[in-house]
Structure formats: structure tokens, C-alpha cells
């Protein structure tokens, strides 16, 4: 790998530009990552988010260093109602197709009332179980959730890569560009997952998010192109109204706090 192209001024403003772009697109990975390893026990998920970015890193890099081959990906395999269907857009729609089924089932796991037997072995820890032995709560297997995963890298990972070799025909940039950005998510993980685990109301907003990007790989990969440029400003308003949306409920509740304390709504001076 030859360094001495990060000397010149060109090379420097494509890594940057690159890095932005990486970033934006990991964006989506990082989310999916952080909403199914919340699935897995509290102790299990700090693993499974590592686990799930280290292959999110191997299937960037394999992909970049197999950017021959990946080239090859974008020639027609066969033709559908007069449309041409190549590999990567193979893999854009059946990992759009994928990322909709897996969002739409978490939305309605989440938005489905729970029956009277399941509220009461909430309530009780288990049908017939005594207070003294309450039935643990069903995780999904580690492997399970990890392979999920590792789907999801492969589609977003295709995306990125190919994103990236359109910008840049330089490996050297490609690589760092690649991993600064899998860097910047690595140090995001953890602090998006408290935030997310802090405010379940988020995770609602983000499989919303889920199921816009599936069906955007999905137009993509039936050569149907829709500005990303749209598809995050969209998600960038969404985030902003939800933030304002909290800080309403938190001046709500600070309100209603001072009501309780002061009923009569004399100052602290009185």
C-alpha cells in the first residue's frame, strides 16, 4: 500500500469527502446493530454489538480488496420484464426485502397488545411459577441474532464499498476511508445503545427508518434511484421533531413535578 498518496492536497479532500459519506451510509448498519442486540440479554449485548461491527469491518475490507470482482457484480445476470437484474442488484433487494420483514416484525411485536396469559406471567414470572422461582425472560439465541446481522453487513457493506469505488480509484483511500469511519462507529455504539435503551420511543423511529432504507435498496436495486440526499434529510427532520418532542415531554413533567411540590404555586421565597 503506497502512503505517499495521503501527502497530496486531492487525496486528502476525497478522504474526507469519502469518510462523510462512509459515515452517513454506516448510519444504517449501526442502528439495525444497536436494535437487535437489544433483543439479546443485558450482559450479552456489549458482545453482540462488537461482534456485529467487527463483521461489519472484515465484509468492508474483504469487499474493497475484492473490488475486481466486485466490479463484475454490476454486469447483467438475467433480465426480468425486460429489466436487467445484475448481482449487486440481486443483493439490494433481497437485503431490502430482508431489512422490511425484520423491521415490520419488530414494529409489530412492539405495537401488538399482549394477551392476558403473557401480562400475567409478567406480572407473576411465568404461568404457575411462585414468587420465589419466576420463569426468566425468552432471549433469541446469540447466533440467531448475530446471523441476522451479518446479512444486513453484507447488503450495507455492498453499498458502501460500491459507493466508494465510485468516488475513488485509490485503494489506499478506500481502506482508511473504510476503516475511520467503522472507528467512528465503534466509538458511537455504545452511547446510542444507552441513548436507545434510555428512550424505547426511539427505537419506533429508527424501525421506521429501517423499513425507508429497505425499500430504497430495494427501488435501487430495480434501478429506480432515489436521492440519498432525500431519503436522510427526511430522516434527519424526523429525529429533529423527536428531539422536540422530548424536550416537550420533559417540560411537561418538570411542570407537573413543581405543581406536586408546590401545589399552591408559591415561590421558594414565600
Known amino acids: 500500500m503506497d502512503l505517499s498518496v495521503f501527502l497530496e492536497p486531492a487525496a486528502l479532500l476525497a478522504l474526507a469527502g469519502l469518510v462523510a459519506l ?17 433483543r439479546l440479554p443485558p450482559e450479552q449485548q456489549p458482545m453482540g454489538r462488537k461482534l456485529g461491527l467487527l ?40 437485503g431490502g426485502l430482508f431489512l422490511i420483514w425484520k423491521a415490520t416484525m419488530e414494529i409489530h411485536e412492539r405495537v401488538t397488545p399482549k394477551s392476558s396469559d403473557e401480562m400475567e406471567d409478567d406480572a407473576t414470572g411465568g404461568a404457575g411459577a411462585s414468587a420465589a422461582a419466576p420463569a426468566k425472560k425468552k432471549y433469541p439465541a446469540f447466533w440467531a441474532v448475530i446471523g441476522q446481522i451479518a446479512v ?26 473504510v476503516l475511520l469511519s467503522v472507528a467512528i462507529m465503534v466509538a458511537l455504539a455504545e452511547p446510542l445503545a ?35 440526499i432525500m431519503i436522510y ?33 408559591r415561590s421558594e421565597a414565600d
Open 233 to 265: 434529510g427526511a430522516m434527519g427532520f424526523s429525529v429533529a421533531v423527536e428531539m422536540l418532542n422530548m424536550l416537550s415531554r420533559r417540560a411537561q413533567l418538570s411542570r407537573a413535578y413543581r405543581a406536586i411540590r408546590d401545589p399552591e404555586g
Open 194 to 228: 444507552r441513548f436507545v435503551n434510555k428512550n424505547p420511543n426511539v427505537v419506533m423511529l429508527a424501525l421506521s427508518f429501517l423499513v425507508m432504507i429497505g425499500m430504497a435498496l430495494v427501488a435501487e436495486g430495480f434501478d429506480v434511484e432515489i436521492p440519498k
Open 55 to 94: 463483521g461489519a469491518v472484515i465484509t468492508r475490507i474483504m469487499l474493497l480488496l475484492s473490488a475486481a470482482w466486485l466490479i463484475t457484480l454490476t454486469a447483467p445476470w438475467f433480465t426480468v420484464f425486460g429489466m436487467e437484474i445484475s448481482g449487486r442488484d440481486l443483493v439490494l433487494i433481497l
Open 22 to 38: 462512509e459515515l452517513v451510509l454506516a448510519v444504517d448498519n449501526l442502528i439495525f446493530i444497536t436494535i437487535l442486540t437489544g
Open 152 to 177: 444486513l453487513d453484507i447488503v450495507f457493506s455492498l453499498d458502501s464499498v460500491i459507493t466508494a469505488i465510485g468516488l475513488s480509484r485509490q485503494i489506499e483511500i478506500m481502506v482508511v476511508a
